[in-house]
């Protein structure tokens, strides 16, 4: 008898997230001077930080997807490709639910911000950052990483963004299925899915 193995990027998302935001710190300056740029904190910031950065968005998509695959059961690739937005109103529309609500809370407005300090590192163009040995207060290319690469910013986004996904799933009628693995055999377990109707 053969079995069926499945994967769930939420799940690898979500620790990637956890584990390298506990490799950043809190300051992105020197000890003895607020206001002097510490290369080195800032690396490290920028290389954890930018981990979590694509994983908590990654773990957004990866979740409605699952909604639309295994929820919906919708097939067809179009959809599985269009904008986070695109996604939430085909979804909401199929439910019968009003996302407004949930769309004025933290959440939301935490995915895309952090969404779009993904896309500009993604879509990089510019690499001056600022003038002299001060921090500038926001970065010349409209990151402002100097500010939301840090632990506690981060942390943030972390928590608001998995506050949003409850708070759809609740929305919706669905179970975050926080128990399965990443990568899960039916064999084991009937419920291989991160987002489910039912939990068997």
């Known amino acids: 008898m053969a079995f069926s193995y499945y994967m769930n990027m939420e799940v ?10 506990e490799k950043m710190t809190n300051s992105n300056t020197v000890d003895y001077d607020e206001y002097i740029c510490d290369d080195e904190k800032l690396l490290n910031n920028l290389k954890n930080g930018w981990i979590v950065a694509v994983s908590m968005c990654n773990y957004l998509e990866s979740f409605l997807n699952t909604i639309l695959r295994d929820c919906i ?18 979804i909401y529309l199929y439910y ?17 911000e952090l969404n779009k300090l993904r896309n500009n590192l993604i879509h990089y163009k510019i690499n001056f950052l600022g003038y002299g040995t001060d921090v500038p207060s926001k970065w010349e290319n409209k990151l402002n990483g100097f500010d939301l690469f840090t632990k ?22 669905l179970i975050i299925n926080d128990k399965v693995s990443t990568i899960i055999c039916d064999g084991k377990d009937i419920n291989v899915s991160y987002v489910t109707t039912k939990i068997y």
Do not use: P, R
């Open 152 to 173: 506690n910013k981060m942390l943030d986004f972390i928590n608001k963004i998995c506050e949003l996904a409850k708070d759809i799933a609740q929305d919706l009628h």
């Open 73 to 90: 059961h919708y097939d067809k690739e179009n959809l599985m490709k269009a904008s986070i937005d695109d996604k939430i109103e085909i």
């Open 96 to 112: 019968k639910k009003d996302f407004s609500n949930t769309k004025s809370k933290d959440g939301w407005a935490k995915f895309k």
């Open 12 to 21: 690898i998302s979500l620790e990637n997230a956890t584990e390298h935001v």
